[in-house]
Nanobody, 124 residues
Framework: QVQLVESEGGLVQVGGSLRLSCAQS????????MGWFRQAPGKEREFVAV????????YYADSVKGRFTISRDNAKNTMYLQMNSLKPEDTAVYYC?????????????????WGQGTQVTVSS
């Protein structure tokens, strides 16, 4: 069974930075593609960033491209999301997800495992 645990989010000011982490318990972390998704109040869950098993293939939503960086450390069974130049519209609950495939997908429905979510609030 795969379990995902996100780090605590937080409250940051516009233009600030925050790094989220997602630790996976279980074996064969490197066999899973990973991703970050988010859901703002009253909105549907949306794709933020995903990466394949080696971290070499990354995909970003247009809204975060150039500001967010997704990465993974397979030795530590951990994925990261570095968020810079944060905007109020980045406020959401952020979820990490794992897909039983080495290839990333931007479709949340293709991820079998999800973390509990962590709140990120950007204040203006």
């Amino acid at each position: 069974q795969v379990q995902l645990v996100e780090s605590e989010g937080g409250l940051v000011q516009v233009g600030g930075s925050l790094r989220l982490s997602c630790a996976q318990s279980g074996r064969a972390f490197s066999r899973y593609a990973m991703g970050w998704f988010r859901q703002a109040p009253g909105k549907e869950r949306e794709f933020v960033a995903v990466l394949g098993w080696s971290g070499g293939s990354t995909y970003y939503a247009d809204s975060v491209k150039g500001r967010f960086t997704i990465s993974r450390d397979n030795a530590k069974n951990t994925m990261y999301l570095q968020m810079n130049s944060l905007k109020p519209e980045d406020t959401a609950v952020y979820y990490c997800a794992a897909r039983n495939s080495i290839w990333a997908s931007i479709k949340g429905i293709e991820y079998e495992y999800w973390g509990q979510g962590t709140q990120v609030t950007v204040s203006s």
